[in-house]
């Protein structure tokens, strides 16, 4: 798309998280009323097993936000082969679909 379809609509979106204010800013959309979607880094989180990571995905997921794959490492994808972005994004694929039920369908690459 060269411009957006319907006028006045617009995404909000966040990278590289959760993040220590991801309950504030869950708690901000919930009183706005606004929709988001996060896109999720897995070593930054998966790694330590934390509950309150999982709580928090959990939370995004039921509060009607949008979870999405921003990759395992956050590496810039233009220097790794086919199977090594597959393995990426596959790690965090499995591990949001072990926490909610759902792959997430969409990903936003690590450096634009």
């Given at each position: 798309y060269t411009q957006c379809q319907k006028p006045m609509n617009w995404a909000m979106t966040y990278d590289d998280g959760p993040t220590e204010f991801a309950d504030a800013i869950l708690d901000l959309?919930?009183?706005?009323?606004i929709k988001a979607t996060f896109f999720i880094v897995g070593h930054m989180y998966m790694d330590n097993n934390s509950?309150?990571?999982s709580r928090i995905i959990k939370?995004?997921?039921s509060e009607g936000h949008i979870v999405g794959n921003h990759t395992y490492?956050?590496?810039d994808l233009t220097g790794l082969s086919?199977?090594?972005i597959k393995n990426q994004m596959k790690q965090v694929e499995d591990r949001i679909f072990k926490i909610i039920g759902k792959r997430?369908?969409?990903?936003?690459?690590?450096?634009g």
């Open positions: 959309l919930k009183e706005k009323g509950s309150d990571w939370r995004m997921d490492d956050h590496e086919a199977d090594q997430p369908a969409f990903m936003r690459p690590p450096y």
